[in-house]
Every structure is written in structure tokens, then in C-alpha cells.
């Protein structure tokens, strides 16, 4: 098992930022990094950033590979469900797509009372809401109760540095910000994706509370799955077995996802308004070891630590390369 101690000689490995030179038309996100190539492809470079509360934390090694291998795992899960951006993956932090036009609706599914953000149901509901997102949920309910049924809890997509809007049905319609079809396309393709990663999480010993999905359309104006599914950055991750006993005592589920992050800053300061202290290195490496630990529990496969001589980035320069130049 792999601990903060036995990742310290792998501290500095972090990819905090994938400038590669000849690559076209970059764009730089809150965790990734793109590249818009002329023929329709995108590549997308997951960055060990972390970003929470709408803005930057800090950089954990290893988060970006562990980000686009658990994806993967799910995009291949799931492709029955909806079809999905991919096309290649020349490395281990790096996902080749096609170019889509990204719908201006992010899709948050949740099955649980939970969250710690601003627009989190859990949040609003000790705020005394019941209506929220177009739904109303029942009263007596406790933080991280199973909801009766999973519900789609919709928001704008902010840009950098601004806050994520909660939505609901009627003003996305409203708005215009998707036509009635394609809402109906990417709300059944979104529970239908919750169910299958909560059945699939369920045989690995966990419970997928909640996630958030990103959708596009292509070409063809065929709407497509994009950016992730099922991490630990979109994803809440709770361990079943300690579930019960620890909802009964009125204690938080055991989880891996990043709340392990956000639990550290909120202690320390309002991460909406305050300065986010400098997060010390004994953090972020237990938050290395935390997304490990996420990806083997998720997926059943180990994580290979790769030779600590080698820079994440000299190895993505390297390998894109290789990938761009076979012609593929």
C-alpha cells in the first residue's frame, strides 16, 4: 500500500503545468491543459492541479495520471450508455478527443444529502431550502441520508474564478440553453450513467454518492460524453462497509475523492472569501496517496509508480510526440 512516506521520493514529480511547444491553439484549464489540433482533435493533458470552491488549491503528484486512467476505465464501461470524446491515449495523462462544442449545462447527478460547497444539496438544506434544482426534497432528511431517488441537480458552467449557478429544468429551457431534445438526451444518459457506476462501485466495495458530468455535441450535432466520468475530482467515493455504522453515530463516510483537500482548507478558513493557506507537504502527499488509493479500489489495478528520474513532462513531450509523428 502506498503511504505519504513511501511517496516522498516522488515529491517533486508534479505536473503542474504541460506547455508543449509546436502544439496548437492551447487552452489552459482549471486542471487541464488542451491543445486544439486542425484536423478536430484535442488533447487533453490532466495536470496534477487541483481546483476546489471555484478556485486553485494546490498540486498532488500523480493526480493527473490517476484522473485520466480511472476515466478511462469508466469511458470503456460505459460506451453502451453514451457515446464518449476518445479517441487514443498516447499516455498516461493524456487523452486524445474529438472537438466538441461543450453544452453550457454542467450535469450533477446525486443519490446522497451530501456535498460541502456552496451549491451542494446538503449545504442548501441546512440552509432550510427544500426546493432546490426543481425538486423538493422531503423533510427529516440527515446529512449523507440516501436520497429517495437520484436526482439531476443542474448548473451553469462559471468561468474561471467565478461560481457555478444552480439551474433547474425549466430555466435551462427557459434560457435557452438547451433545446427540450437535448435535455432529454443528456438527462437520461446521466442517471443512466449514475446507475451503472453505482452498481460497478458497489462490487468494489463503495458507494458512488454523487458525480458530475460533462457533455458536448459533435459534428453531426450528436450529443457526446466529454472531459471525465466517474474520478475522484467529478466524483464522491464512500467506502460501504463503514457506511451504516458511521451514519447511524452521525459521523462522515469514509471517502477518498478530494474532500480530503476541502476538509483541510474549510477547517482552516472560509475558501470562499479567506486566502487558502499554503497546503504543507505531508498534505499533499497523503492526498497522493488518497487518489491511489482511488484508482486501485475503483479500478482493481495497481498503480506503477514511474522512475522518479524521469519528469512527468519530459515523458508527455515524448510520447505525444511519438503518437503525433506515427501518423496517427
Avoid at 35 to 58: C, K
Avoid at 319 to 324: E, F, G, I, Q
Wanted: with cysteine.
Amino acid at each position: 500500500m502506498k503511504d505519504a512516506a513511501s511517496l516522498a521520493q516522488h515529491a517533486h514529480q508534479i505536473l503542474d503545468d504541460a506547455e508543449i511547444a509546436g502544439l496548437p491553439n492551447r487552452y489552459r484549464g482549471k486542471v487541464r491543459d488542451n491543445y486544439d489540433l486542425p484536423d478536430g482533435r484535442r488533447i487533453l493533458i490532466a495536470t496534477d492541479r487541483i481546483s476546489a470552491f471555484d478556485r486553485p488549491l494546490a498540486s498532488i503528484p500523480f493526480k493527473g495520471q490517476v484522473l485520466t486512467q480511472t476515466a478511462r476505465f469508466w469511458f470503456e464501461r460505459t460506451a453502451d450508455l453514451c457515446p464518449n470524446h476518445v479517441i487514443a491515449y498516447p499516455d498516461p495523462n493524456v487523452v486524445v478527443g474529438r472537438r466538441l462544442d461543450i453544452l453550457p449545462v454542467e450535469i450533477v447527478v446525486r443519490g446522497y444529502l451530501a456535498g460541502t460547497t456552496s451549491t451542494s444539496i446538503l449545504t442548501r438544506y441546512r440552509r432550510g431550502e427544500r426546493e432546490m434544482y426543481g425538486h423538493r426534497l422531503p423533510e427529516g432528511l440527515r446529512p449523507n441520508e440516501r436520497l429517495p431517488e437520484a436526482i439531476i441537480t443542474p448548473t451553469t458552467k462559471a468561468a474561471d474564478g467565478a461560481h457555478d449557478e444552480p439551474l433547474s429544468e425549466t430555466e435551462i429551457l427557459q434560457q435557452g440553453l438547451l433545446t427540450a431534445a437535448q435535455w432529454r438526451t443528456v438527462s437520461e444518459a446521466a442517471l443512466a450513467l449514475f446507475a451503472r457506476g453505482q452498481a460497478l462501485a458497489a462490487e468494489r466495495g463503495l458507494i458512488l454518492a454523487d458525480t458530475k458530468y460533462e457533455f458536448g455535441t459533435d459534428s453531426d450535432g450528436r450529443i457526446v460524453l466529454a472531459d471525465e466520468v466517474h474520478t475522484p475530482d467529478s466524483s464522491r467515493y464512500w467506502f460501504a462497509e463503514s457506511y451504516a455504522e458511521r451514519f447511524a453515530d452521525g459521523k462522515a463516510p469514509e471517502s477518498f475523492d478530494k474532500d480530503y483537500v476541502r476538509n483541510w482548507v474549510v477547517a482552516r478558513c472560509d475558501p470562499y472569501r479567506d486566502p487558502i493557506p499554503p497546503i504543507p507537504a505531508e498534505v499533499v502527499l497523503g492526498a497522493a496517496a488518497v487518489y491511489i488509493r482511488a484508482y486501485e479500489t475503483i479500478t482493481g489495478e495497481t498503480f506503477v509508480l514511474p522512475d522518479p528520474a524521469e519528469m512527468p513532462l519530459d515523458r508527455i513531450r515524448r510520447n505525444l510526440a511519438t503518437y503525433l509523428g506515427s501518423g496517427a
